[in-house]
């Protein structure tokens, strides 16, 4: 139980253009998800949290016009890197929870030429 | 302040000995989680072992065990028997009561030797 997906597990994109990333809990409802960034060789850093039907909080330092981060289902969330730029690749890896169940996600690899 | 620290960047061990991670965490909410987590070069995050903060007992899960004492504030991982396949970065987490993220450790990057 609780497992939970990612789509796509790789992205290249070229910069100024917009990419989005959808996490799913496939088999439990997923009242809260939790987005994360890792930059090679650096641990997980929250970037927001989001529950379902409620806008997402974003953590210090992280931009909500640029991570568009939206939670309109039980089961699904996506993030959407708006104007991507190179700076912005990184691994992002999204957590679901619901009640006692939760996972993260594979994760997702988004390369930015 | 640094709510996990793990302060072993690397560490090695020779296959079939045992191995000991350290992770000390800093909070003062009475009600707590502490976590462990593999996270091989593929990038997924799996699950370890978990300890709560009110369990009497250590946590333990097959040959992983934790070192838990709650007066110093340390959570650390003990693999034992250690398998070429369990060389991967290792993070240690902790999620205070409620419904809130999990805040992670630097990691510490194991190598298995043959």
């Known amino acids: 139980g609780a497992v939970v997906s990612q789509h796509p597990s790789w992205v290249i994109c070229k910069s100024g253009t917009s990419v989005k990333i959808e996490c799913r809990s496939l088999?439990?409802?997923?009242?809260?998800m939790f987005w994360y960034r890792q930059f090679p060789k650096q641990s997980l850093m929250l970037m927001a949290t989001?529950?379902?039907?409620?806008?997402?909080?974003?953590e210090q330092g992280v931009e909500k016009d640029k991570f568009l981060i939206n939670h309109a289902s039980l089961t699904l969330s996506t993030l959407t890197v708006t104007s991507a730029h190179p700076e912005d690749s990184s691994f992002y890896i999204c957590?679901?929870?619901?009640?006692?169940?939760?996972?993260f996600g594979p994760g997702t690899r988004l390369t930015v030429t | 302040a640094q709510k996990i620290t793990q302060t072993q960047p690397g560490m090695f061990v020779q296959e079939k000995e045992a191995v000991t991670l350290d992770c000390t965490y800093d909070?003062?909410?009475?009600?707590?989680?502490l976590f462990w987590y593999k996270q091989p070069s593929s990038g997924e995050m799996i699950f370890l072992i978990y300890?709560?903060?009110?369990?009497?007992q250590n946590a333990t899960e097959g040959r992983y065990s934790l070192n838990f004492q709650k007066a110093r504030k340390s959570a650390n991982l003990v693999i034992s028997a250690s398998q070429l396949g369990d060389s991967a970065m290792y993070f240690c987490?902790?999620?205070?009561?409620?419904?809130?993220?999990?805040?992670f450790g630097k990691g510490t990057r194991l190598s298995v030797i043959a």
């Open positions: 957590s679901a929870r619901g009640g006692l169940a939760g996972g």
């Open positions: 088999d439990f409802q997923a009242t809260t």
């Open positions: 989001s529950n379902e039907g409620s806008k997402a909080t974003y």
């Open positions: 909070t003062s909410d009475p009600s707590y989680g």
């Open positions: 300890q709560g903060s009110y369990d009497q």
């Open positions: 987490a902790m999620r205070e009561g409620g419904n809130t993220p999990l805040v």
